[in-house]
């Protein structure tokens, strides 16, 4: 693996071990395709959002997930924030809590 992941916030990383099962199992094998391949990594699997900011696009039979990350110095990547996804056009108040916490590490 060439990068690690990191989690802005412990709540972060149990929430997502939460989801569904056929998410968070989507979710982890995006994570792996990340740690390995970093910004190399597009659609499907994750989304450059702009400014530095992606999103992971998980998703299964259950649902949709999304986590939003940034890289950091080094190859760390930081899981600023995540959440199953309820209507089609991503939430703003997800993303400006996403970009709030982005600027916080950066």
């Known amino acids: 693996m060439h990068y690690e992941i990191e989690y802005f ?5 149990t929430d997502i ?3 569904p099962a056929s998410i968070k199992a989507d979710y982890r ?14 659609m ?6 702009g400014g530095g900011l992606f999103e992971m696009r998980p ?20 899981i600023l924030h995540s959440f199953i996804k309820k209507t089609q056009k991503t939430p703003q108040k997800e993303l ?11």
């Open 17 to 19: 071990e939460k989801w």
């Open 29 to 42: 094998r995006i994570s792996l395709l990340v740690m390995e391949y970093g910004p190399q990594v597009r």
């Open 96 to 106: 400006r809590l996403a970009l709030k916490r982005m600027q916080e590490v950066q």
């Open 9 to 13: 916030h412990p709540t972060i990383e």
């Open 44 to 49: 499907p699997h994750t989304k450059a959002m």
């Open 59 to 78: 998703k299964g039979r259950d649902g949709i997930g999304r986590a939003f990350y940034c890289y950091v110095k080094g190859k760390k990547i930081i």
